[in-house]
C-alpha cells in the first residue's frame, strides 16, 4: 500500500508547511487502501517540475490528484492546466487571511480548465480523499465496499454516541 503499490492517486501540497492539514487526506487514504503518492511541488518555487508531474500524473495512470496550497494558491488550478486528471483542490488555512486567500484563488477557475475545490482546511483535505475513493468507487466493486463501509461505520459513530438523541 502508499508508496510501494502503484499509486491511483496522487497528493501534492505547495509546502511541507502544508503538511499537516494535507495528512488529513492521507490518512483517509490509507484507511480506505487507496494506493497514493505524497509530492512537495509549487506552482511558483518549483513551475517546472510541476507541468512535469502532470504529464507524470497521465503515464501513471493517476485517476485523481489532490493539490492543497494556501495564499496564492495557484498549484491546482496550474496543475489543472497541465494534466486531464481530475484535480481536487484543498485550500490552506493561511496565516495572513485565514484561508479565504487560497480558497478564491482556487475556486475562481476561468471555464475550460476546472478544479474540484473543496472546503478550507484539514475538512477539505478529508472530503477530497473521500471524494477522490467515491471516483475509484463507480468502477471498482471493492473499492465501493470500502468506501461504503467506511460511511456505515460513520453513521453508527453518530449512533453510538451516548449524546445521540434517536427517533
Ligand atoms: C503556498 O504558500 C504553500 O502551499 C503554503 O500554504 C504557503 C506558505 O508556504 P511556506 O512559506 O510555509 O513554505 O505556496
Known sequence: ??????????????????????????????????????RVLSAHRTPQLLSQYGARAERLGLRAIIAGAGGAAHLPGMLAAFTR????????????????????????????VPVATFAIGVAGAKNAALFAASLLATTDAAARERYERFRARQTQAVLDDPHFEGH
Do not use: I
Open 1 to 38: 500500500m502508499t508508496e510501494t503499490t502503484p499509486p491511483l492517486v496522487g497528493v501534492l501540497m505547495g509546502s511541507r508547511s502544508d503538511f499537516e492539514t494535507m495528512q488529513g487526506a492521507l490518512t483517509l487514504l490509507a484507511e480506505l487502501e487507496v494506493p497514493y503518492e505524497v
Open 85 to 112: 486528471v481530475p484535480v481536487l483542490g484543498v485550500p490552506v488555512q493561511s496565516r495572513a487571511l485565514s484561508g479565504q486567500d487560497s480558497l478564491l484563488s482556487m475556486v475562481q477557475m476561468p471555464a475550460g
